[in-house]
């Protein structure tokens, strides 16, 4: 699969859910940020990442998320992630970027929280 | 059990850094870590890494050397980069607080050294002889004891 196929996007509603089926390390982060770009080019502004497919990610992709949940914000919506792997959850806490970007337990709680 | 010692060498490029995690993470399960640990040294070796081709073998073609080494106490990693043009010098102590007292995690980028610190036992950035940058990084094997 390439890296698009990877990452592909679908809708419930109003919110754009986002499933990734690759581990987050440099090389697929810069696939994530180009579908997230697309989607503020398209004034799209509620966002879902589903992780359930995830079971690694790097700084360089917490980094992506972090900026792109920022500028969902400024346009009145915002970046909401799923499913995570405990190992993943940790990574954010270290960092401490899971008190910048919202974490849910579900994709329907993620979407409810909109 | 004696030093044991794996030498890899990777292109400087990113696309390859999967591979070498999974070589990173087998050889941790072969040496029990728990899967805890395991996640920890793959991300810490993922943050170096990253870091040596982003700011270190600028050049694909100079290469990453990964210098393997394991015993009855450690696993070290050790990470060579050839350096670039640009980047000459970039990991000096003065560069490496500011970089540390700049980060916030609200910020884009900065991240990746202050995880190696939280996830490695002992590690060290030191020039190299070749004009780049060697980063160390020590796990010791019976930090596994009180994991699950």
């Known amino acids: 699969m390439t890296g698009t196929e990877l990452i592909t996007t679908r809708e ?19 696939d994530l940020r180009k579908v997230l770009e697309d989607l503020l080019m398209e004034k799209v502004n509620k966002v879902v990442v589903n992780f359930s497919e995830v079971n690694h990610i790097n700084s360089t992709a917490v980094g992506t ?13 915002d970046l909401k992630l799923c499913n995570l792997a405990s190992t993943l959850t940790r990574t954010f806490n270290l960092i401490g970027a899971s008190s910048v970007v919202e974490i849910y337990e579900s994709e329907k709680s993620a979407i409810a929280a909109f | 059990m004696e030093k044991s010692r794996i030498e890899l060498k990777m292109p400087s490029d990113v696309y390859y850094l999967e591979s070498v995690r999974a070589f990173i993470g087998k050889l941790c399960e072969t040496l029990r870590f728990s899967k805890k640990r395991i996640a920890d040294v ?59 007292e700049k980060r916030s995690p609200a910020g884009e980028g900065g991240h990746g050294l202050y995880l190696i610190e939280c996830l490695t036992d002992v590690h060290k950035l030191e020039a190299n002889a070749v004009g780049g940058t060697d980063v160390t990084a020590i796990f010791y094997r019976d930090a596994n004891a009180d994991e699950s």
């Open chain 1, 12 to 30: 419930n509603a109003d919110v754009k859910i986002i499933d990734v089926k690759t581990d987050l390390s440099s090389y697929a982060a810069s």
């Open chain 1, 65 to 77: 998320l972090v900026g792109i949940a920022k500028r969902l914000r400024q346009n009145g919506g």
């Open chain 2, 42 to 100: 793959q991300l810490a070796l993922d943050e170096i890494c990253s870091n040596a081709v982003y700011h270190g073998s600028t050049c694909v073609s100079s290469g990453i050397q990964l210098q393997i080494s394991v015993n009855t106490r450690t696993l070290e990693i050790v990470v060579r980069d050839k350096g670039g043009s640009n980047t000459q010098d970039w990991i000096t102590p003065e560069r490496l607080a500011e970089i540390q």
